[in-house]
T-cell receptor
Framework: EADIYQTPRYLVIGTGKKITLECSQTMGHDKMYWYQQDPGMELHLIHYSYGVNSTEKGDLSSESTVSRIRTEHFPLTLESARPSHTSQYLC???????????????FGPGTRLTVL | DQQVKQNSPSLSVQEGRISILNCDYTNSMFDYFLWYKKYPAEGPTFLISISSIKDKNEDGRFTVFLNKSAKHLSLHIVPSQPGDSAVYFCAASTMDTGRRALTFGSGTRLQVQP
């Protein structure tokens, strides 16, 4: 069973607020990811990290930012939330390695964000 | 441009019968493929995977088939059970951008009728 946690699970917030979505994993994985998913659509990678102090933008442009100060922690921040940010945000992690080890990502339960 | 496509948004089968979920891809650089299962209000969970050097991988009731020439893979669930009702995502992986990343399809909602 994957040990990756996200808080909050649900968040309803007003426009212009600063929010931080938390993600932590206890598996010692070096690689961590943030995906955004709208209902009925594919998951889009918005950020990833290959280790401490390493962060990169993903395939989908996002106004959010991330940090990786500790291996187990990969928070995502929106400085000023807007209704267009309403979506589900999924955090994932994976180990370094070959084949299945390198490819299999473990997902957290997600945060469903609604910006009014 | 969607590189991984799941053209059937939903599928309904009877309990005990076979469920076949399909996935097509366009990027010939994909070298690893995975299927994830997602229940409502939960994150996706890994189900089964296959390397591009193989054409079949089996794990219990789940079998994934890969046809590289057709750029097509499928997930077979036999026999289907009501607990299999979920959204299934196909994902493909490549290193051609200098990093290992997954590209997901839009999912197929499977409903297994008791």
């Amino acid at each position: 069973e994957a040990d990756i946690y996200q808080t909050p699970r649900y968040l309803v917030i007003g426009t212009g607020k600063k929010i931080t979505l938390e993600c932590s994993q206890t598996m010692g994985h070096d690689k961590m990811y943030w995906y955004q998913q709208d209902p009925g659509m594919e998951l889009h990678l918005i950020h990833y990290s290959y280790g401490v102090n390493s962060t990169e933008k993903g395939d989908l442009s996002s106004e959010s930012t991330v940090s990786r100060i500790r291996t187990e922690h990969f928070p995502l921040t929106l400085e000023s939330a807007r209704p267009s940010h309403t979506s589900q945000y999924l955090c994932a992690s994976s180990a370094m390695g070959q084949g299945a080890l390198d490819n299999e990502q473990f997902f957290g339960p997600g945060t469903r964000l609604t910006v009014l | 441009d969607q590189q991984v496509k799941q053209n059937s948004p939903s599928l309904s089968v009877q309990e005990g019968r076979i469920s076949i979920l399909n996935c097509d891809y366009t990027n010939s650089m994909f070298d690893y493929f995975l299927w994830y299962k997602k229940y409502p209000a939960e994150g996706p969970t890994f189900l089964i995977s296959i390397s591009s050097i193989k054409d079949k991988n089996e794990d219990g009731r789940f079998t994934v088939f890969l046809n590289k020439s057709a750029k097509h893979l499928s997930l077979h669930i036999v026999p289907s059970q009501p607990g299999d009702s979920a959204v299934y995502f196909c994902a493909a992986s490549t290193m051609d951008t200098g990093r290992r990343a997954l590209t997901f399809g839009s999912g197929t909602r499977l409903q297994v009728q008791p």
